[in-house]
Each structure stands twice: as structure tokens, then as C-alpha cells.
């Protein structure tokens, strides 16, 4: 069973729509991360929340934690948006060794 | 600032030969931490160099090493190339080591190793 799971696998859609990716885990942790990997394969992060909310620009991350659930949303959404979204929780039994989602792979249609 | 650089960028090799890659931190990061990309796998932790001293490991064999030096700057060897290590070799740095791992990581561009 993965520790980590996001859903869904793939994401398309058209411009301007809502979109919203799931995380859920199964270890403790302290804070969950959010990150964006372009096709050309740099990885540029996005969010670390341990709680609550977290906004920048049209993207929204949002954690419960007694749920073991985050989630990311982008509001009005762009073909520039198009890319693999990966959460990661550091696992605090294991020297919080980050364990990662098989990511999100989302395509935003003009 | 100057992100995380990492060389080569691209690398083909034959099956049995070895390959070193390399991955500069950004500056005053001392921790570097390198994972291997698979279509298949997904983000593989590989290991995680603090202040030249390793600090966590994943399940990786041995033909996997890593060093790290006292500039941060760091080095990972893979021995006995397999066609199965063809992937992404990604490196990120951060100011602190994964006993802090809630800090953010700043990633390379990644090496594309190519095994034949």
C-alpha cells in the first residue's frame, strides 16, 4: 500500500476551470509539500503547509490533518498550468525522509 | 542567488560502465539530497548529504554512492551500469538536513542518464 497516494493520475481540462488534486497519507507528519515538475523535468516547489490554508496567485493548498488529506486547487486555469503535481510528507519515522506521490499529471486544453 | 546546477545534463553509457554526476548547491545550503525518476516509479529517495556527511539513505544497492564535499557541492556514482538505471537523476538542496525536512527543497535541473 502506498503511504502516499494523490488522485486523480490524470487531469485534463479546459481553460478557466477549477481544478483540484488530492493528496491523502498514512504516516504522521509534520508538513506536506506541494510541488510542479514541468516536461522538461525541473521540479519547482510550491506549497509547505502543516496547517490550515495557503494561497499564491491562482493556486490554493489546503491540509486537514487529522484527515491525513490535502488538497491543491488552481482557480482560472492556464495551458501554462499543464504539468505533473506531486505532494511529498516527510515520514517523521524514518528521519523525515520525504515519501513521495506518483504525481499528478494535468492538462489544461486553450 | 544561483539555483542548483547539476552536470551533465544529459549522459549515455553502456551497460557495465560507471557514471559520476555532479550537483552544486545553492549557496549556504548544506544539505543536498539526490532521487531517481522513473516513468514507472515516480521520485525514488536516493540518499541525503549533510555537512559531507551522509544523513539518510534509501533502498538503493550499493552500486549507488554519494559524497559530498566541504564547498556542499556533491558527487553521485552509480557502478555496473544496469538498463534499469535509466532515468532522472535529480538533486535539491536546502539550508538544513532532513531532520528539518519541512524546510523547502530547491531543485536541479536533473541529469537524463541514458544506459544502453
Known amino acids: 500500500k502506498n503511504e502516499v497516494e494523490q488522485s486523480p493520475q490524470n487531469l485534463t481540462a479546459q481553460e478557466g476551470e477549477f481544478i483540484t488534486i488530492n493528496c491523502s497519507y498514512s504516516?504522521?507528519?509534520?508538513?506536506l509539500h506541494w510541488l510542479q515538475q514541468h516536461p522538461g523535468g525541473g521540479i519547482v516547489s510550491l506549497f509547505m503547509?502543516?496547517?490550515?490554508?495557503k494561497k499564491h496567485g491562482r493556486l490554493i493548498a489546503t491540509i486537514n490533518i487529522q484527515e491525513k488529506h490535502s488538497s491543491l486547487h488552481i482557480t482560472a486555469s492556464h495551458p501554462r498550468d499543464s504539468a505533473v503535481y506531486i505532494c511529498?510528507?516527510?515520514?517523521?519515522?524514518?528521519?523525515?525522509?520525504?515519501?513521495w506521490g506518483a504525481g499528478t499529471k494535468l492538462i489544461i486544453k486553450p | 542567488k544561483a539555483g542548483v546546477t547539476q552536470t551533465p545534463r544529459y549522459l549515455i553509457k553502456t551497460r557495465g560502465q560507471q557514471v559520476t554526476l555532479s550537483c552544486s548547491p545553492i549557496?549556504?545550503?548544506?544539505?543536498v539530497s539526490w532521487y531517481q525518476q522513473t516513468p514507472g516509479q515516480g521520485l525514488q529517495f536516493l540518499f541525503e548529504?549533510?555537512?559531507?556527511?551522509?544523513?539518510n539513505k534509501g533502498n538503493f544497492p550499493g552500486r549507488f554512492s554519494g559524497r559530498q564535499f566541504s564547498n556542499s557541492r556533491s558527487e553521485m556514482n552509480v557502478s555496473t551500469l544496469e538498463l534499469g538505471d535509466s532515468a532522472l537523476y535529480l538533486c535539491?538542496?536546502?539550508?538544513?538536513?532532513?531532520?528539518?525536512?519541512?524546510?523547502?527543497?530547491?531543485f536541479g535541473p536533473g541529469t537524463r542518464l541514458t544506459v544502453l
Open positions: 503547509l502543516s496547517s490550515g490554508k
Open positions: 548529504y549533510f555537512s559531507e556527511t551522509q544523513r
Open positions: 511529498a510528507v516527510p515520514d517523521m519515522d524514518s528521519n523525515y525522509q520525504l515519501i
Open positions: 535539491a538542496s536546502s539550508p538544513l538536513g532532513s531532520g528539518s525536512s519541512w524546510h523547502e527543497q530547491f
Open positions: 504516516v504522521g507528519i509534520s508538513a
Open positions: 549557496s549556504g545550503h548544506r544539505s
